[in-house]
């Protein structure tokens, strides 16, 4: 009797696990995972092309990009489990203090491009880590619960004070590693999250003028590498041998797509392998890829899944329990919103080059499991959320 109370024990204890398990699956956002995968799969799909004629170890490419897509899920689903209150009021302190570490250390031991530091490689190993990439999670979480925590005198000046403390000191790590589009995406998280909290319109004015103002100081300030990319962004003509060079690329390659595109595995300059073929086509220049091979149709099917998840992420913000998981929400859409339209405009010529990879899309490890476990962090706000929307509840601090 004792060994059978024992068996019904134990199945009674698994099977409570497992109801605990289904219930937490089924909190999820279904929506959102569906969004983002097809957009990950696509990218697969693209990377794939891009890295066919081109490389000749390319499936190691698409081995890693392949890991780093089930290692991001694994990741998002683990965290989805988490309830992100909980955990973040607890250790925000550490978050804060961990995400300093690790851009500071990117200082010592870190490398790039120019005079970029942004990266860690490992020498026995083909891949490297970019610190600035996790930085944007730890910063959006902790910078919720600083604001939740501010919410009631927010437009205070020595909460405001506080608040750009509290970015410019992750920011001005991420400038000093001289990663400059990294920086601009922790300012528009900054904005963006501030100004949904309730921040007055006065203070980014004033905020924009200061900017406006010292932008002949900044300007000095920058490398040479930095300041050709952005003035030849603009206008890739002036030097169209050197740092323009990629931009009148892309540019030719999208127009080569037009509407049908010229199909896997036939795109012109994402296929050519002489002078004039497609730099970075798998990294910062994987939309020119998309374009060219699946023309204005590909592009449709990009932009609709991009733009559906942004606002799945928003309406998760409106139907968040507290106002930390909608700021996190809110700071989630911004990194894609920013990024997206960056690397875009950037393939088209509109906007300067500045290193950003495009969502879900472009090879590189770091940016498919940063942007997951980000999203896990926001199915953590959805799979925690009550059954009623009409009235926030505020949250005890």
């Not at 750009?164 to 001289?178: D, E, I, K, N, S």
């Not at 203070?203 to 200061?210: H, I, N, R, V």
């Not at 002949?216 to 890739?236: D, N």
């Not at 942004?310 to 968040?320: F, Q, Y």
Request: charge should be positive.
């Amino acid at each position: 009797m004792s060994s059978k109370r024992k068996r019904n024990n134990s199945a009674n204890t698994l099977s409570v696990i497992f109801d605990d398990l289904r219930a937490r699956i089924s909190a999820c956002d279904p929506i959102l995972i569906v969004f983002a995968l097809c957009m990950a799969l696509y990218g697969l799909l693209v990377i794939s092309s891009a890295v066919h004629a081109s490389i000749p170890d390319g499936w190691r490419y698409l081995l890693i990009q392949s890991f780093a897509i089930l290692l991001g899920l694994l990741t998002m689903f683990l965290v989805s489990f988490l309830d992100y209150e909980q955990v973040i009021r607890r250790l925000h302190v550490p978050l804060f203090l961990f995400t300093i570490f690790i851009l500071v250390i990117t200082l010592f031991i870190g490398s790039g491009e120019g005079s970029n530091k942004s990266w860690i490689r490992f020498t026995l190993l083909p891949i490297g880590v970019q610190p600035s990439e996790f930085a944007k999670i730890f910063f959006i979480c902790t910078y919720a619960y600083h604001l939740s925590r501010v919410r009631s005198h927010l437009n205070k000046w020595k909460t405001l004070f506080g608040l750009c403390l509290h970015f410019g000191v992750v920011t001005g790590c991420v400038l000093l590693q001289g990663d400059l589009g990294s920086a601009l995406v922790f300012v528009f998280i900054f904005f963006c999250m501030s100004f949904c909290s309730g921040l007055r319109l006065r203070y980014f004015l004033a905020a924009s003028a200061l900017v406006l103002g010292a932008s002949p100081f900044l300007w000095e300030h920058l490398s040479y590498y930095q300041r050709q990319r952005i003035l030849v962004g603009f206008s890739p003509e002036a030097d169209p041998q050197g740092f323009g060079y990629q931009v009148l690329r892309a540019k030719q390659a999208i127009a080569n797509g037009g509407f049908r595109g010229m199909g896997y595995l036939s795109g012109a300059l994402s296929q050519s392998s002489n002078a004039s073929a497609l730099p970075k086509r798998h990294t910062d220049l994987i939309f020119s890829v998309m374009a060219e091979e699946f023309g204005f149709l590909g592009i449709c099917i990009y932009l609709a899944l991009y733009v559906l998840l942004i606002l799945r992420l928003l309406h998760l913000s409106r139907t968040a329990r507290g106002y930390m998981g909608s700021y996190i929400c809110i700071g989630a859409a911004a990194v894609f919103i920013f990024q997206g339209l960056e690397n875009m405009g950037m393939c088209m010529g509109v906007l300067p080059v500045i290193g950003l990879t495009l969502p879900f899309m472009s090879y590189g490890g770091s940016s498919v499991v940063s942007l997951f476990l980000l999203l896990g962090v926001a199915e953590s706000v959805a799979s925690h959320r009550v059954k009623y929307y009409i009235e926030r509840e505020e949250e005890v601090l």
